[in-house]
Structure formats: structure tokens, C-alpha cells
């Protein structure tokens, strides 16, 4: 039993005063409206002899002033509520990138060495942990009370969640969108390590190939190398230096190629065409599993940015 | 129909005309009646039967979650309970209860009108509503559903087992009862006003009831709609949702959104409306700031329909949208502080008396209160990234549903109640219910926001252990609840037989509904009324000494 919560991650105590900055400022006006009602009906009870005196006045100003007052304070904690959330929204550039899949009713949690956990996610503390996650059927969520972090995991496309631990130690990780019957059995833990036992881990659980490793064996097999080569760039654009860089497309805008736009183009390569090429890909859409979409992003992405950041 | 039947007997209306309820005995007179008052008596039946069902699907919610593991062994049972407690608590009872029910009841004879604009349209409301609801039970019943009332797809669409089509065919026909009786109201409202009922002389109950109506009549057909695409989907396999076959699941978040958000207000305004009206019965005045209060309700209704993007804030919509959902969510707290100051302006040098109706719509103002200050915390988005889907959010909209809809419910039957039945019900035990309904109430849900601080998810059959005792409190109160939900039907109805007769104006109200006898005659008035005051043109504090 326990009425207090753990503060694991770098935002969970800036998350525990925004709410009690709510929960003061709630507190203050359920003291004026509890308060005022009761006086009142107290003293203005009807067998109360007191002198009413004349008519309550209809003060606008004075219920315009109330009004815009309690407005203002609870305007200060939106934009304050709103630049957490920006900063949440946006992982820095160096954070450590760790892939999550979604099914009913478990977590898979791909590391970037090839290290895989079901139902566990083990992460090192102090260093910023960038989670892409996506669901294999319906919509889940990844939600670490211990962090103060949420983030619905869909089907069909990356979503991504960041935190910070700063604080060693096993944490619950549950599922918090109805997902089926299983709902409740979704839940699982991640275990914030000290370095050290972090490389430990990593050493313990690693396997013969990288998650890029395993992604360049894909990358043949589903026959991607026959057009996507380092050695010409008839058919297809090479795909070395092509991680976060921006890419011209056939409508004339551009979009960044990152973690999703990559996908996208796997499985719908004719809705963004990069300029100059005609749309011959075919789609693998229903052929490549969510399991191997990842691995192939992460061999695309071990190529290399010609823009580094 | 029996009970009607020996009541009519022992119920002579003072002007020789027969009461509404003494109007025609049989069934037949009943069910093809397009009379506004006795269609409120077959939706207030209706609705009763629904509460207690949705009640009993809660009572066992919180008997599986006394105990971590989960007292009902079954996950599929407890899913299948919660989507049958929100599917009739939100469309076949809180939508009907006040605005349809009591509305029905008492609109007419606000406005000085002898009936609705439509009394037909009015009487195949009713029958598409239980048309509607059988469907919806029957699917609950015969093997139920478990996706939540929210039905979010693609669980819902390709999924879930169960009779989810039945259910939302259910909810579509419903839905239709909602739009008529909407539009019946808004016609009715336009034309049928007594001569010299301007809009500023108008009850507030009837101001909140027309946003109900606008609202109704707006947004139900984007809920039908959704449902049809979902029916469509899960039958045909038409790629709206889900995207295995090419579709959006955030397309269904943000249409069932924009119906589901505006309904939470079809929910409230009506209860607002009901306080407006008794907190100045009951302390002998005028209600503080008319004009203010009275286009708030249009300003909640207007507003309403651009803020549902925050129940989507980690739900995958863009940075961008999720800012200014937040900001506009800020927005239509306004007009709702708004009421809630010019309620205790009212009570400000009032004579206030305690009866059982004034208790509830002061127990309203505390509990909508706090709904409305923990709904800030989720409007504010890093609050929220932590709040949403947990325990809080049921909290919170339990404060405004519950503490606040079903308190301005209760508060409005008991108010209205000797005019419907024509009986005074045990005053006593009518304020002890609802002392008690606020005590329990506090007790099963104030334990909640904790919960959800602490980080325990909705819908979950089992929880981690450090969570029991919070939820062994919850449970707790819910037992007083459901007891205090109880009494009313046993008193309510003992007063039926055995209740002194009312007078026309047993609280010395203003308003033309107190100026009929109790029970009002069929026609509602002899004369129609000609409206020369303002609807709380009670004695002005300091000039005179009123009624004792």
C-alpha cells in the first residue's frame, strides 16, 4: 500500500508540480464555492431573522473580474501543461533508439544489438531512450506511471515516446487502451540499469547479428538490393546517406525521410514518389511483418545521413 | 398500469376536469397517448429500468475489483459488464433522463403551451427509444459485447467477438429519438410561447433545454454516421478504420469525438438548467445574473463543438492540434465558473430553505464543481500525458455524470414530483437519500483521482496489489450509493398510495408549471396563460418579508 509515487524519469517531478499547481488552484476555489455556500446557507437560512438589507446588487464587474482572474491563473498552467508536452513530443537527436512492437496482449521490445524482451524493457539511466513503437493488430498504449509518460501505439504507423530515467530500479509498464480481454494481463516492467549493468545486459543477451545486421539479410531477401544498389541509380534511388536527409519527391514538396516515411514507402511506395523516378515499386504491404519492417529501417538507417546531425 | 389505475380513483382535479392521469385508464390510453405528460411517465419508466440495470452492471464492477486478482474470475465477463454499464448509462439514461424526461414533463407548461409542437412525432420518440434500447439489451444480454462504449476501432470493427452491429443498431435507432424530440423541443419553444413569454422571460431550464436541443439535433447524426461506418466495416469489410484494409483508426476517434464530446453536454446543460431553477425556488429570489446565465448555455453548447480533440491528446493527432484543443478546452469552462458564481450570488441574502430538492442541487454545485476543476487537469497537456485512461478520468467524469447529472435528476423529480404525481412525498427520508447519495458518492469516487495519480489504467479485470485499498473504498461507496439510489424508488412510489395530495404550488415557486393543479388536466390550462413578469419574479430581499 502506498500513496505516493515514484519520480523515475527526468520529467515526472516538473509532471508532479504542474498537477499540483492544478490541485492548489482547485483547492482555492472548491474553499471559495464551499466556503461561500455554506455560508450563506447558514446565515440566509429562512427563519434567520437577519436584516437582508437591500437587494444584492448585480455587480457585472465584479463577476467579469472573477471570471477573467481564475481564467488567467488557469491560462499560466496551460502554456506551462503545453511546453512539457512539446518537450515530451520532440526526442533529442542522441537519445538511444529502441523499437517497440504491440500485440495482444504483450510488448516486443527490439534493441538495436540484436537484444530481444518480451513484456520487459530494459533501458540505462541518465541517457535519453527514444522508443518507435507501432502495433501488430489494435490500438495499445504505452503508459510508465513511474516516467509520466503515455503514448497510443497504432497500428499502421510509428509512433514515438521518449524519457529520461534517472533513477535505477523496476518499473510497472502497463497497457492503458482497452485492447481486448487481455487487457489487464498487458502489463509488464522496465528495468532502469546502472551503465555498467546495462553493458552487462546488452553483453548477456546479445546475439551473433545487430538489428541492421539482421536488417541487410531482409534487405536481399525480399529483393530490395536488385534495384536499391550502391553500384547504379537507374531504377531506384540508392538508399546510402538517405536516413534524415530531406528528399525531393515527384509533387514538387519534400519531406525528411525518418523512421516513418521510411515504412511508409515500403509498404505504399507509389503515395510519395522521390522526383525523377518512375513508380515501378510494388507494394509489401501483408508480405513483411512488423518484426522485419523494423529491422530493414534500422539497416536503412545504419547507412548512414549525409547530414549528420 | 394497475397502480395508475387505483390512483385515478382518489384524484379529482379542482376545476372538475380530470386530471392528465385520470385521463383514460386503459393501456391503449397509455401507449397511443400523445399527451407530453404521460409520454414523460413511459420515459420515466422507461429510464427507471435502464438506471437500475447500468447500476447493476456497476455493482458488479466493484465487486470484481475488491480484490486484486479480480472477484469474477473472468476477464471477458468484466469487459462485457463495463461496455453494458457505459453503453445504457450514457444513451438510455443520462441522454433521456432530464431533457427528455423531465423535459417532456414540464416545457409545455413553462412555456404556457398545451402540449409540444409535435405530440406525435413526440409519441414515436419513445417507441424508437425502446425500440432502440431492446435492441441494445438484447445484444448486451445475448452474449454482449466488449469493446467499451467508446468502440474504438479497430477493435471494435475487426476484433472484438461479440454482437457489436446489434449494439450500434441499437444506439443508431436511439439516436433518431434524440433528434425528433430535439426538434419537437426547438419548434416548440419558437412557436408555442404564451403571449407575452418573450425569450428573456423564459425559465432558464427552457434556455439550457433549447442548447440541449440544438446540440441533439447537430451531433447525433455525425454519431450515426460513425456507427454506420463501423457496421459497414465489420460486415463488408470496408476499409474506413482499420488499417490492415486501408483505413484511419484516428478517423474514428475524431468523429466519435465529435459526437461523444457535445453529448457530454446534452448530459449536463439540462442538470444546469434544473439548479438554475431550484436554487431560486428555494431561497426565495431572483436568480443572480438572468442574462448571464441564460447565454452561457448557449455559449457551452457552441463552444462544445470545437474542443474534442482533447480526449485524443496521446492518442496520435498532430502537436499542433493537440495545443489548441487544450486552449479551446480552457474556453468553455467559462460560461459553467460563470453559473456556478451566479448560483451563490442567488443564495446571497435569500431565504433558504432545506427541503429535499434544494439539498440535491446544493450537493450539484459541489460535486459539478469539482468535475469541472479536475477536467482542467486533463485539458492541460502534460497533465494529461500522466492523467488520461487512468482512474482519473473516470473520477472526473463520474463528478460530472454522476454527482452532477444524476444529483440535478433526482433533484428535478423531487422538485417536480408533487406536480407529476400529485402527491407530497415523506420529506425526512427524501432528505436523507440525498445526504447520503452525496456521502457515498464522495466516498466511491474521491478515492479514484488518487488511483489514477498513482497510475491504474481503465477497464483493467485485475491490478497490481498496492492498489487494493483504494479500491476496496470505492467499492465501499458504492454500496452507500447504491442504497441511497434505492430509497427514492420506495418512497417515490409509497407516496403514489399513500402521499398527502399536492397543492398546485407546494413550494411557492414562480414559474406558470405551479399555477395548473397538481396533477395538471390534460390541456395543461383552462385559460392560456398571458405572461406579464419575469421567471423568478420573486419579492425583492428588504422590501417585504415573504412566505415563512
Not at chain 2, 49 to 78: H, K
Not at chain 2, 253 to 274: C, D, E, K, R, T
Request: hydrophobic share 50%; charged share 10%; with cysteine.
Amino acid at each position: 500500500m502506498k500513496f505516493s509515487l515514484a519520480e523515475a524519469s527526468a520529467n515526472a517531478a516538473e509532471t508532479d508540480y504542474l498537477i499540483a499547481g492544478f490541485v492548489a488552484v482547485s483547492a482555492a476555489v472548491l474553499a471559495v464555492v464551499f466556503g461561500l455556500m455554506l455560508f450563506y446557507v447558514v446565515r440566509y437560512r429562512h427563519n434567520s431573522p437577519i436584516d437582508r438589507g437591500q437587494i444584492a446588487e448585480r455587480s457585472f464587474r465584479f463577476e467579469v473580474s472573477w471570471t477573467a482572474a481564475t481564467l488567467l491563473i488557469f491560462f499560466g498552467l496551460f502554456i506551462w501543461g503545453s511546453i512539457m508536452y512539446v518537450r515530451l513530443y520532440l526526442p533529442p537527436s542522441n537519445a538511444l533508439k529502441i523499437y517497440v512492437v504491440a500485440k495482444q496482449w504483450m510488448w516486443k521490445a527490439e534493441h538495436a544489438g540484436g537484444q530481444r524482451e518480451i513484456d520487459t524493457l530494459h533501458v540505462p539511466v541518465n541517457k535519453p531512450v527514444e522508443l518507435v513503437m507501432t502495433s501488430q493488430d489494435v490500438i495499445h498504449d504505452f503508459f510508465v506511471p513511474a516516467f509520466r509518460v503515455k503514448r497510443d501505439v497504432l497500428p499502421g504507423q510509428y509512433e514515438t515516446l521518449w524519457f529520461r530515467a534517472d533513477e535505477v530500479g523496476t518499473y510497472h509498464l502497463f497497457c492503458s487502451q482497452l485492447c481486448g480481454t487481455g487487457h489487464a494481463a498487458m502489463i509488464g516492467s522496465v528495468v532502469v540499469l546502472s551503465d555498467p549493468d546495462y553493458a552487462k545486459w546488452l553483453a548477456q543477451n546479445g546475439t551473433s547479428d545487430t538489428l541492421a545486421q539482421d536488417g541487410k539479410q531482409l534487405f536481399i531477401r525480399y529483393g530490395c538490393s536488385g534495384c536499391h544498389n550502391d553500384h547504379g541509380t537507374v531504377r531506384a534511388p540508392s538508399l546510402v546517406g538517405l536516413y534524415g536527409s530531406p528528399v525531393p519527391l515527384s509533387n514538387g514538396t519534400t519531406v525528411t525521410a525518418d523512421d516513418r516515411y521510411i515504412r511508409d514507402s515500403i509498404l505504399q511506395p507509389r503515395s510519395r514518389i522521390v522526383a525523377s523516378y518512375a513508380p515501378v515499386m510494388p507494394s509489401f504491404q501483408g508480405v513483411i511483418s512488423e518484426g522485419d519492417l523494423l529491422k530493414l529501417v534500422a539497416y536503412i538507417e545504419s547507412l548512414g545521413s549525409e547530414n549528420p546531425p | 398500469m394497475s397502480q395508475t389505475a387505483a390512483l385515478n380513483e382518489r384524484i379529482a382535479s379542482p376545476l372538475g376536469r380530470p386530471s392528465y392521469l385520470a385521463d383514460g385508464v386503459t393501456l391503449k390510453s397509455w401507449l397511443l397517448t400523445t399527451d407530453h405528460k404521460r409520454i414523460a411517465i413511459l420515459y420515466m419508466i422507461s429510464i427507471t429500468v435502464f438506471f437500475f440495470l447500468g447500476g447493476s452492471a456497476a455493482a458488479l464492477i466493484r465487486y470484481n475489483l475488491i480484490v486484486p486478482e479480480g472477484m469474477l474470475r473472468s476477464a471477458e465477463t468484466y469487459d462485457r459488464l463495463f461496455t453494458m454499464h457505459g453503453v445504457i448509462m450514457v444513451w438510455f439514461f443520462l441522454v433521456p433522463a432530464v431533457p427528455v424526461t423531465i423535459g417532456n414533463f414540464v416545457l409545455p407548461l413553462m412555456i404556457g403551451a398545451h402540449d409540444l409542437a409535435f405530440p406525435k412525432i413526440n409519441l414515436l420518440s419513445w417507441y424508437l427509444f425502446i425500440a432502440g434500447g431492446a435492441l441494445a439489451l438484447y445484444a448486451l444480454f445475448a452474449g454482449g459485447v466488449d469493446t467499451g462504449w467508446t468502440f474504438y476501432a479497430p477493435l471494435s470493427t475487426d476484433y472484438a467477438e461479440g454482437n457489436v452491429v446489434l449494439l450500434v443498431t441499437g444506439i443508431f435507432v436511439s439516436g433518431f429519438s434524440s433528434i425528433a424530440t430535439g426538434l419537437n423541443f426547438i419548434v416548440t419553444i419558437h412557436r408555442l410561447r404564451a403571449p407575452g413569454m418573450t425569450w428573456y422571460r423564459m425559465p432558464i431550464f427552457l434556455w439550457s433545454l433549447y442548447s440541449t436541443s440544438v446540440i441533439m439535433v447537430l451531433a447525433t447524426p455525425v454519431l450515426a454516421i460513425t456507427l454506420l461506418l463501423l457496421a459497414f466495416e465489420r460486415i463488408f469489410h470496408v476499409g474506413v478504420f482499420d488499417p490492415r484494409i486501408g483505413g484511419d483508426p484516428l478517423l474514428f476517434q475524431h468523429m466519435f469525438w465529435f459526437y461523444s464530446h457535445p453529448a457530454v453536454y446534452i448530459m449536463i446543460l439540462p442538470g444546469l438548467g434544473v439548479v438554475s431553477e431550484i436554487i431560486p425556488a428555494f431561497s426565495g429570489k431572483e436568480l443572480f445574473g438572468y442574462k448571464f446565465v441564460a447565454w452561457c448555455s448557449i455559449a457551452i453548447a457552441v463552444i462544445g463543438f470545437f474542443v474534442w480533440g482533447h480526449h485524443m491528446f496521446v492518442a496520435g493527432q498532430s502537436l499542433y492540434a493537440s495545443v489548441v484543443f487544450s486552449m479551446l478546452s480552457y474556453f468553455v469552462a467559462v460560461p459553467s465558473a460563470i453559473k456556478v458564481f451566479n448560483w451563490l450570488g442567488t443564495l446571497h441574502k435569500g431565504y433558504i430553505r432545506f427541503d429535499a430538492p434544494m439539498l440535491y442541487a446544493l450537493g450539484f454545485i459541489g460535486l459539478f464543481t469539482m468535475g469541472g476543476l479536475t477536467g482542467l487537469f486533463l485539458a492541460a497537456l502534460a497533465a494529461d500525458v500522466h492523467l488520461h485512461d487512468t482512474y482519473f478520468v473516470v473520477a472526473h467524469f463520474h463528478y460530472i455524470m454522476v454527482g452532477g447529472m444524476v444529483s440535478a435528476y433526482f433533484g428535478a423529480l423531487h422538485y417536480w414530483w408533487p406536480k407529476i404525481s400529485g402527491r407530497i412525498y415523506p420529506d425526512m427520508i427524501a432528505r436523507a437519500a440525498a445526504l447520503l447519495m452525496f456521502l457515498g458518492f464522495n466516498l466511491t469516487f474521491f478515492p479514484q483521482f488518487i488511483l489514477g495519480y498513482l497510475g491504474m489504467p481503465r477497464r483493467y479485470h485485475s491490478y497490481p496489489p498496492e492498489f487494493q485499498v483504494l479500491h476496496v473504498l470505492s467499492s465501499a461507496g458504492a454500496t452507500i450509493l447504491a442504497v441511497a439510489y434505492l430509497m427514492p424508488l420506495f418512497y417515490l412510489t409509497w407516496s403514489l398510495f399513500r402521499g398527502a395530495g399536492a397543492p398546485a404550488n407546494p413550494w411557492d415557486a414562480k414559474g406558470l408549471e405551479w399555477q395548473t393543479p397538481s396533477p395538471p388536466f390534460t390541456a395543461n390550462f383552462a385559460v392560456t396563460p398571458v405572461v406579464t413578469e419575469g421567471p423568478y419574479a420573486y419579492p425583492t430581499p428588504g422590501t417585504s418579508q415573504p412566505h415563512v
